[in-house]
């Protein structure tokens, strides 16, 4: 006999949908807030909530450095993939963390440093501007690549070249982009060093970051105003790749397994808890709340919740494993309350898997998640790491799973069956850039919750009544029972005169 059988068959998300509540000018759609814990944090910093419940899966043909810069912008985020080497991956954090969101702060170099190593540095690092600091980190000037020629400076200190301090504008006592932006306007100088009371130096403001920063108010950025870079681990390698993404500067590592319910991964969350305790984890995938409570017990930050639900997905087919996702997220919102009410910690879940549009997503948070994860909605954005093709004159991009044969080949570690593909490989059709496609999505979460009568995503937790539907009922649910002229020569043949 097995240990159990559950006789009442699991649910997916396209099987719910939500009653309306009392829809009040609290909850009309511009006064509702979409913000959610992106992991749990003892002291709720801001730097862990997103303003919008959108995550980008990590995944090859989903999420690189473009595509999280472009998310954590827009107030969503996107897990760097792991199915490459460490290097690599480190690489995209740097590139996110270095995308400037208004305050950086900068590395700086010292007076004595000699033109050329400056100049080393510069091509190494990528950066055209170095502010000048003395032992006490006061600031004595600014360096650009503009002030200097390796061939006849090359030998000089950086300080006979700088721009010295008292010939620069500087900002004391700011914090705000505004303010700093004012400043910034009434100089001719393309940066602002903001310093303390004793001059020391903070940070750099630059010009053409301020436009940037202005278009994007839900941007995520962390505690010294840089975008939010998170990245996935797998349970093989973390102890050579998460050191190289630390010194990265990554913000969150995500465990990124098909089954997650493992010692492998509470092995995992000790070390590095251990040695990183600073980076939160978000552990998964699981499907029940034994899994949750395992996860949690070792350490998880945040859980991700969903099998065999993705859209190029074969686990279940290949292993007989997995799960609805809507009745994955209700068993273990279940654990998560549970825990919650034990201990006062509150952990997001991620449902992740087989999340298609905007109804999808508002379903899978009333039913308890915090957020929703996706794979083939980002793959088909210009943000995506993968090239435009034409077929059969549709412009479509390619779409791998990460337990594809072509995402392992990379090395054989995330789907440890090396024998047998748990992902599928297609295209899906290309919509534009995200900044075009995401406020429609949006608007349509917040339609569905103005309905419900929920201001905020806790709210919509509290509020929301589902009700399970027939398949006539969705039937009923879709157009019926009109003629729609499918080509355009149909259209051109409608009489409109009779
Ligand atoms: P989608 O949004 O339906 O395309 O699903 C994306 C999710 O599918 C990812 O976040 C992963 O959890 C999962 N996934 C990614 N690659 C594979 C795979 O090759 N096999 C099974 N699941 C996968």
């Known amino acids: 006999m097995p240990k159990k059988i559950y006789y009442e068959s699991s649910r997916t998300l396209m099987e719910f949908r939500l009653l309306p509540g009392l829809t009040t000018p609290e909850t009309i759609l511009f006064n509702i807030s979409l913000e959610t814990p992106l992991v749990y944090s003892a002291d709720q910093s801001h730097k862990y909530q997103l303003r919008i419940p959108i995550a980008a899966a990590a995944m090859q043909s989903v999420s690189g450095a473009e595509m999280a810069i472009e998310l954590a912008k827009l107030g969503g985020n996107a897990f760097i993939f792991c199915s490459q080497t460490a290097t690599e991956q480190a690489a995209m954090v740097r590139k996110v963390k270095k995308h400037k969101a208004g305050f950086v702060k900068p590395e700086t170099v010292a007076p004595e440093m000699k033109i050329s190593e400056l100049n080393n540095l510069r091509i190494q690092r990528g950066y055209n501007t170095f502010p000048v600091v003395d032992a006490d980190h006061h600031l004595l000037g600014i360096i650009t690549k503009n002030d200097y020629d390796v061939k006849p400076h090359g030998d000089l200190p950086v300080s006979a070249r700088m721009l010295p301090v008292a010939s620069l504008i500087v900002g004391g006592n700011i914090s705000d982009i505004k303010e700093a932006n004012n400043l910034l306007r009434e100089t001719h100088q393309s940066v602002l060093p903001i310093v303390d009371p004793q001059q020391r130096l903070k940070y750099l403001v630059f010009r053409k970051d301020i436009r940037n920063h202005l278009d994007n108010p839900l941007e995520v950025v962390d505690e010294h105003k840089r975008l939010l870079a998170t990245a996935a681990i797998n349970t093989h390698d973390y102890e050579t790749r998460v050191p190289a993404l630390a010194e990265a500067g990554v913000d969150v590592l995500a465990i990124d397994s098909s089954d997650g319910h493992s010692t492998f991964q509470a092995e995992a969350l000790l070390w590095i808890k251990a040695n990183f305790p600073q980076l939160p984890v978000i552990a998964g995938n699981i499907i029940t709340g034994d899994g949750f409570d395992y996860l949690v017990e070792h350490g998880a930050a945040a859980v991700k919740?969903?099998?065999?639900?993705?859209?190029?997905?074969?686990?279940?087919?290949?292993?007989?494993?997995?799960?609805?996702?809507?009745?994955?997220?209700?068993?273990?919102?279940?654990?998560?309350?549970?825990?919650?009410?034990?201990?006062?910690?509150?952990?997001?879940?991620?449902?992740?898997?087989?999340?298609?549009?905007?109804?999808?997503?508002?379903?899978?948070?009333?039913?308890?998640?915090?957020?929703?994860?996706?794979?083939?909605?980002?793959?088909?954005?210009?943000?995506?790491?993968?090239?435009?093709?034409?077929?059969?004159?549709?412009?479509?991009?390619?779409?791998?799973?990460?337990?594809?044969?072509?995402?392992?080949?990379?090395?054989?570690?995330?789907?440890?069956?090396?024998?047998?593909?748990?992902?599928?490989?297609?295209?899906?059709?290309?919509?534009?850039?995200?900044?075009?496609?995401?406020?429609?999505?949006?608007?349509?979460?917040?339609?569905?919750?103005?309905?419900?009568?929920?201001?905020?995503?806790?709210?919509?937790?509290?509020?929301?009544?589902?009700?399970?539907?027939?398949?006539?009922?969705?039937?009923?649910?879709?157009?019926?029972?009109?003629?729609?002229?499918?080509?355009?020569?149909?259209?051109?043949?409608?009489?409109?005169?009779?």
């Open 305 to 498: 919740v969903g099998m065999g639900g993705g859209s190029i997905c074969i686990t279940q087919e290949q292993k007989g494993t997995g799960r609805g996702l809507a009745t994955s997220i209700i068993k273990v919102a279940e654990a998560r309350d549970r825990y919650f009410q034990k201990t006062g910690r509150y952990i997001p879940l991620v449902a992740d898997g087989g999340i298609v549009n905007s109804k999808d997503v508002v379903i899978a948070l009333a039913l308890g998640a915090d957020y929703a994860m996706m794979g083939r909605y980002f793959a088909r954005m210009e943000e995506s790491p993968t090239e435009k093709v034409t077929i059969n004159n549709k412009v479509m991009k390619p779409y791998w799973g990460e337990g594809s044969a072509r995402a392992r080949d990379w090395k054989k570690v995330r789907y440890q069956q090396a024998m047998f593909a748990e992902g599928v490989e297609g295209f899906v059709q290309y919509a534009g850039k995200l900044r075009d496609n995401l406020p429609e999505t949006l608007a349509k979460i917040r339609a569905s919750m103005s309905s419900v009568g929920a201001a905020n995503i806790a709210e919509l937790h509290e509020k929301a009544e589902l009700e399970v539907v027939s398949a006539l009922s969705i039937r009923e649910g879709n157009v019926h029972d009109i003629y729609m002229p499918g080509t355009e020569g149909d259209y051109n043949s409608i009489n409109w005169g009779n």
